[in-house]
């Protein structure tokens, strides 16, 4: 019996109309465990869809998906997320890490969608993170590393809940030739050495002879098939485990179970929720959902914060509502705990925002009303220019988006001489804190960053 076995597959978009379009066209193929297999052939030939359609993120139009003997086109959504979720990985040509998240949390979230405790997928995290050489870079914003090493962060992401089947959707097509042949011989390496089965989607034929097996497309259609008695190892560079006796992994290939120990998610949401805006929010709780799903929450977020009621019975309804009938069916009390801190997040936000715009002055730049604000607040007096100064770039570097949260924390804390504040510890973390909320409460009244430069 084979891992993957699909017969008649089709997907046509439009279909009934005249711009109707066969993506895919009676398509049968079979794929077994363990195996490296490329979808090879040119943009717009159908390979991506084929991709997206095993991992269940793309419907059928007609035909059947058998995976590890259980037809995927018969699953219901919430099964579709437990497949998601335990049974594949992605990787994709964008990276598609969360740039205000370290890369450390980047590799967990999907841990904490499937209730891990902070121990474990932490630990899971930093074996994933030595054995793909990041290690050093655990605690770094994802824009702060090169495309190679962010690539490497995302197959620890994507190997995180050590799922049997790796997805590949052109996974060097943004990096050099040199991080290309390193990312290329990790996922090597993962059907190798780890015995996972890796599905890599390519138009490059210089990829061709590490694939055991290669499916050539063309209008929707596999037109022919290669085999590869023989495949070219690729040697990977200086970061792989391979020369460093301290990195070493031992990757199990046994599926995570559905009944792992029950995590009360609120307190994740209460630990981060004043840190990031609605999309990273939602990333952070809710990751392994659908990104139509995600999209929906976002705009009910950001529906409720763009009114002065911030009402969030839309958002209530839609994570409360059955599956069958177009919702999400979370936890009751869960949903409720969220609501509950998203409502008095929001009531914080006016209030400060409030105090803050009593105190606002015509004559002063943004920054350096924010600035004084600040210091007034906290009854701080930094008395070097250096100091002011430094203050004065963090802040509008945090406006415009230049850096994060906990960016702002580490520089108001930083020594002057080394760029930064010179605060201590906790009032680094307080003011960053109290910025956050006054930048947040102008993103909610819709304010364009534009107006607020120097």
């Known amino acids: 019996m084979s891992l993957i076995d699909i017969k008649n597959l089709s997907v046509t978009y439009f279909l009934g109309k005249s711009n109707e379009v066969k993506a895919l066209d009676n ?3 079979k794929i077994e465990s363990g195996e490296l ?4 052939g040119a943009s717009g030939c159908g390979k991506s869809t084929l991709l997206y359609t095993i991992s269940g993120l793309e419907k059928p139009t007609k035909g059947e998906i058998m995976v590890n003997d259980i037809d995927l086109s018969q699953m219901a959504n919430q099964e579709l997320e437990k497949y998601r979720q335990n ?4 990787i994709f040509q964008a990276f598609y890490l ?3 998240l370290s890369v450390i949390n980047n590799i967990t979230l999907p841990q904490v969608a499937i209730g891990i405790n902070r121990k474990k997928r932490l630990q899971k995290a930093e074996e994933l993170m030595k054995y793909f050489g990041v290690f050093e870079q655990r605690n770094k914003l994802p824009t702060e590393l090169s495309g190679g090493q962010q690539q490497r962060v995302a197959i620890c992401r994507s190997l995180v809940n050590d799922p049997n089947i790796i997805f590949a959707d052109e996974p060097v097509g943004n990096l050099d030739s040199k991080s290309a042949q390193d990312v290329l011989g990790l996922i090597q390496e993962l059907s190798i050495k780890n015995k996972k089965t890796v599905i890599l989607v390519t138009h490059n034929p210089a990829h061709l002879d590490i694939a055991n097996r290669i499916f050539f497309m063309k209008d929707g259609k596999i037109i022919d098939t290669k085999i590869n008695k023989e495949t070219r190892k690729i040697i990977v560079g200086q970061y792989s485990h391979l020369e460093s006796q301290d990195n070493s992994l031992k990757m199990s290939t046994n599926k995570i179970t559905e009944k792992t120990k029950e995590v009360d998610n609120s307190k994740e949401v209460d630990a981060i929720i004043l840190e990031y805006k609605a999309k990273e929010i939602i990333s952070e709780v809710l990751t392994g959902f659908s990104y139509d799903e995600i999209t929906k929450i976002e705009n009910y977020i950001k529906e409720a914060l763009s009114n002065s009621s911030s009402n969030y019975k839309k958002l209530t309804s839609y994570l409360n509502t059955d599956y069958m009938q177009d919702g999400l069916n979370l936890n009751k009390k869960n949903s409720e705990k969220i609501i509950k801190r998203l409502e008095t997040t929001t009531k914080e936000i006016e209030e400060i925002s ?3 715009a009593i105190k606002e002055e015509k004559h002063n730049s943004y920054t350096q009303q924010l600035r004084r604000y600040l210091l007034d607040t906290f009854e701080v007096n930094i008395r070097t220019t250096d100091a002011i100064e430094a203050m004065e770039t963090i802040i509008e570097d945090r406006v415009m988006g230049i850096t994060d949260h ?3 924390q580490e520089k108001f804390d930083r020594p002057i001489k080394q760029g930064g504040v010179g605060l201590d510890r906790r ?3 307080k003011m960053s804190k109290h910025l956050e909320m006054i930048i947040l409460g102008r993103y909610q009244k819709s304010q364009p960053l534009q107006k607020i430069k120097k």
């Open 354 to 356: 409030k105090q803050f």
């Open 27 to 29: 398509v049968d193929l």
């Open 406 to 408: 906990k960016g702002v």
């Open 98 to 100: 969360i740039p205000s």
């Open 37 to 40: 297999v490329i979808f090879f």
């Open 427 to 429: 009032t680094a973390k």
């Open 87 to 90: 049974t594949i990985g992605m």
